[in-house]
T-cell receptor
Framework: SQKIEQNSEALNIQEGKTATLTCNYTNYSPAYLQWYRQDPGRGPVFLLL?????KEKRKERLKVTFDTTLKQSLFHITASQPADSATYLC???????????FGKGTMLLVSP | DVKVTQSSRYLVKRTGEKVFLECVQD?????MFWYRQDPGLGLRLIYF???????EKGDIPEGYSVSREKKERFSLILESASTNQTSMYLC?????????????FGPGTRLLVL
């Protein structure tokens, strides 16, 4: 069956360090992979999209990698700040489908 | 900036009541979605619509219906609310697949059914 797995345990890091979050998937052929940020009690906010033929994408302090052989995406936040504390969701769009499938998210806590 | 608004942030209803949740987007998006989000279960798709008067079932449509009479508005209806429908409800909109299906979410409605 299709599965998207994100680490359910919260990631605790110190301010200034690089946070790395993982998204693994099975039985998907994603055309796109996306990352969203969600703050408590709010809707998710889109951050980055990476296509199946792209290895890496950057936006300011954010970097996403996509390895279709390993069936894995890594999401990095460099020089992390307490304001980066939130839950981060990955989402896949499979070829020929019109909906996103979301992982359950990983909570990131950045302490000063 | 895309704006997706939802009619209520918090709602308390009684078992058996008919509940309407409304969502409006201002970016002329074709696609609109309703999700519910529960602790440990993540975001689950209830219904979506890719055009006016069109609707498709998502993963958990039971107990829900939807209406899309205008492009900008997508309503979720709980015909007879039950306690297991207590949840956070999120609406989203997007352009069609060619845009990568990036979704823009509303602020959510936290529904409590007593």
């Amino acid at each position: 069956s299709q599965k998207i797995e994100q680490n359910s345990e919260a990631l605790n890091i110190q301010e200034g360090k690089t946070a790395t979050l993982t998204c693994n998937y099975t039985n998907y052929s994603p055309a796109y992979l996306q990352w969203y940020r969600q703050d408590p009690g709010r809707g998710p906010v889109f951050l980055l999209l990476i296509r199946e033929n792209e290895k890496e994408k950057r936006k300011e302090r954010l970097k996403v990698t996509f390895d279709t052989t390993l069936k894995q995406s890594l999401f990095h936040i460099t020089a992390s700040q307490p304001a980066d504390s939130a839950t981060y969701l990955c989402a896949l769009v499979s070829s020929g489908y019109s909906t996103l499938t979301f992982g359950k998210g990983t909570m990131l806590l950045v302490s000063p | 900036d895309v704006k997706v608004t939802q009619s209520s942030r918090y709602l308390v209803k009684r078992t058996g009541e008919k509940v309407f949740l409304e969502c409006v987007q201002d970016m002329d998006h074709e696609n609109m979605f309703w999700y519910r989000q529960d602790p440990g279960l993540g975001l689950r798709l209830i219904y979506f619509s890719y055009d006016v008067k069109m609707k498709e079932k998502g993963d958990i449509p039971e107990g829900y219906s939807v209406s899309r009479e205008k492009k900008e508005r997508f309503s979720l209806i709980l015909e007879s609310a039950s306690t297991n429908q207590t949840s956070m409800y999120l609406c989203a909109s997007s352009f069609p697949t060619s845009g990568g299906m990036t979704q823009y979410f509303g602020p959510g409605t936290r529904l409590l059914v007593l």
